[in-house]
């Protein structure tokens, strides 16, 4: 049996960052990965990098001003083999950066529990057991498949995943989610020239957002000719030749009606993937909906054991695994003061077409939380950049503690949005009065000085 320092179950930001680190300290370190079409994690091969590439090219298409279906998917194929190209690259960068270092091995396989210090390991060359003092689990999320019949029947339906592997541009697709991953992946293909349909089960979309920014995002994305059916439930999936029929049920009239289309994704969130892990061997507990449970500085029921990213059931981002391998370094290493109940207020974007992005509390949060709030919105069509580059569809809106003048949070729906909310949790983070972004002093003509119109507005 080999023995380790560590053993790390997962190739994800965090847990890469983790060997990298341990493994440069002198450490002896096992780094454990299932696939080797996932080095570097959900972010570099099927998450953040893909589907952001996809989103750039499908907006450059755009320019190009082409007229048949056939040249929007021959521009369609070429992203996808660019796609492929860029993380084939970046995967590999990532093998080779920790397989330099001596004291760091990389196994492949499916890792599974024996007991709190011991790991099975099992790999097209058979089944091995690793020992280790410390075990940190990195295992991701990965899309949940609802049960509804049909969805194993049909090789036309796709995740977020596997979709991005389709070389042919859809016809029509059809998306069954209206989240975040549904409209983002909604505002590629309809860029790319794809007739979209979205079928949500809830009565908006976004449904995180105030009822105004869903309201926003919807009108933006018909604008793209993308066809919303909310209050919706998927009944069954049927392949018939080249097409797939949707059957769904309308929650408020009880009609049940049918869509064709020749691809569907299922968008209908990311579970942590802890099925096959065997935790009840090492005594790991978890949540009702399977994620790892760990307090504040991500470690388990178990002492030596520690949960990584997005199997330990918080926020779904790479930015926050890659801060749990912080709170992880600080605890282990240096002066133990680091928890997650210190990260302030985290930004997140979606890149839709414009961009979302978020920080902080919404008007809606800020009410139910008890805050006297005041509230300013700022059409970006009243914005100079947005005019030079011919971007202005969506609105900026702040919310702020009337009493303290702290910023309670900011929702962008804006060209350059991912950009610009940083800006905005760094001042909130930093305990700045949202005067200080009504005075700061920015380049011209930038997106960012917009700040000083919207906070100008309370």
Same mark, same amino acid.
């Given at each position: ?69 056939e040249e929007k998917a021959n521009e369609y194929r070429i992203g996808i083999e660019e796609k492929q190209n860029l993380i084939k690259m970046l ?167 049918? !869509?064709?289309?020749? *691809? =569907?994704?299922?968008? +209908? ?7 096959? @892990?065997?935790? %009840? /061997? ?112 969506? !609105?900026?809106?702040? *919310? =702020?503690?009337?009493? +303290? ?7 962008? @729906?804006?060209? %350059? /949005? ?41």
């Open positions: 049996m080999s023995k380790y320092d560590s053993i790390i179950i997962g190739f994800g930001k965090g847990g890469k960052t983790l060997a990298g680190f341990l493994g440069k300290q002198g450490k002896k370190v096992a780094l454990i990965e299932r696939s080797d079409k996932m080095y570097g994690g959900t972010c570099i091969n099927i998450g953040c990098i893909p589907t952001k590439t996809l989103v750039h090219k499908s907006k450059l298409s755009l320019y190009k001003n082409l007229n048949s279906f995967r590999e960068k990532n093998y080779k950066m920790l397989d330099s270092i001596d004291n760091i091995h990389i196994y492949n396989g499916t890792a599974s529990f024996v007991s709190s210090t011991e790991v099975e390991i099992d790999s097209k060359d058979g089944k091995l057991i690793l020992e280790g003092e410390n075990i940190f689990i990195n295992t991701g999320a990965s899309t949940i498949i609802p049960n509804i019949p049909g969805i194993n029947d049909s090789k036309k339906i796709y995740t977020s995943t596997t979709i991005m592997d389709l070389k042919e541009l859809p016809k029509h697709l059809i998306i069954v989610g209206g989240g975040y991953i549904g409209l983002e992946f909604s505002s590629i293909y309809a860029n790319f020239g794809s007739k979209v349909t979205v079928i949500e089960a809830g009565d908006r979309l976004a449904a995180r957002e105030d009822k105004d920014i869903s309201n926003n995002i919807k009108e933006i994305l018909e604008n793209k000719g993308i066809s919303f059916v909310l209050n919706s439930k998927v009944k069954s999936f049927k392949e018939e030749g080249n097409e797939i029929t949707v059957t769904y049920l309308d929650t408020l009239t009880n009609l049940e009606t049918e !869509v064709k289309g020749d *691809v =569907v994704l299922i968008a +209908t969130g990311r579970k942590p993937n802890t099925e096959g @892990l065997n935790l %009840e /061997a090492a005594g790991v507990k978890t949540t009702d909906r399977g994620a790892v449970v760990v307090d504040n500085r991500l470690r388990t029921n178990i002492p030596n054991i520690w949960a990584i990213g997005d199997v330990n059931g918080g926020l779904q981002f790479t930015y926050i695994s890659l801060d749990d391998f912080r709170i992880i370094k600080d605890n282990l290493f240096g002066e133990g003061k680091r928890t997650t109940d210190d990260r302030g207020a985290i930004p997140y974007s979606v890149f839709i077409e414009p961009s979302l992005a978020r920080v902080g509390l919404s008007e809606t949060e800020a009410i139910e939380k008890g805050f006297e709030i005041k509230v300013a919105k700022l059409s970006v069509a009243a914005i100079p950049r947005a005019r030079v580059i011919n971007e202005i569809e969506g !609105v900026m809106k702040a *919310v =702020v503690d009337a009493k +303290t003048n702290k910023i309670l949070g900011c929702t962008l @729906l804006c060209t %350059e /949005a991912s950009e610009i909310i940083n800006i905005i949790s760094t001042a909130i983070n930093t305990g700045q009065d949202y005067t200080f972004l009504r005075d700061n002093i920015f380049t011209h003509p930038t997106m960012s000085e917009a700040l000083n119109d919207l906070f100008s507005l309370l």
